[in-house]
């Protein structure tokens, strides 16, 4: 844990514009970056637990072979790369 003096200096630099919490980009302040921060983990966790692991890391293979051009389901298609979307299970 940081201490106050540590906490007071990282926040002027987030009050700054600069991101000093990973995962808190956007955040004006220590604590607002420190709560998007936990949001956006705490997002992924979700559905990880919505789909399983197995159809959460599929959905990354996915996801990883989208371009500027091209979303990740048109790539798969076109370049006949296997996506098991079988592992995508629903509660």
């Given at each position: 844990?940081?201490?106050?003096?540590?906490?007071?200096?990282?926040?002027?630099?987030?009050?700054?514009?600069?991101?000093?919490?990973?995962?808190?980009?956007?955040?004006?302040?220590?604590?607002?970056?420190?709560?998007?921060?936990?949001?956006?983990?705490?997002?992924g966790?979700?559905?990880?637990e919505?789909?399983?692991?197995?159809?959460?890391?599929?959905?990354?293979?996915?996801?990883?072979?989208?371009?500027?051009?091209?979303?990740?389901?048109?790539?798969?298609?076109?370049?006949?790369?296997e996506?098991?979307?079988?592992?995508?299970?629903?509660?």
């Amino acid at each position: 844990m940081a201490s106050a003096q540590e906490r007071a200096e990282l926040d002027s630099k987030a009050r700054q514009g600069e991101t000093v919490v990973p995962g808190g980009t956007g955040g004006k302040s220590l604590e607002a970056q420190e709560h998007l921060a936990e949001g956006r983990s705490r997002g992924g966790q979700t559905r990880r637990e919505q789909i399983g692991t197995e159809g959460y890391q599929e959905m990354g293979r996915k996801g990883g072979l989208s371009t500027l051009d091209q979303s990740g389901g048109e790539r798969v298609a076109q370049e006949g790369i296997e996506i098991d979307e079988s592992k995508y299970r629903s509660r």
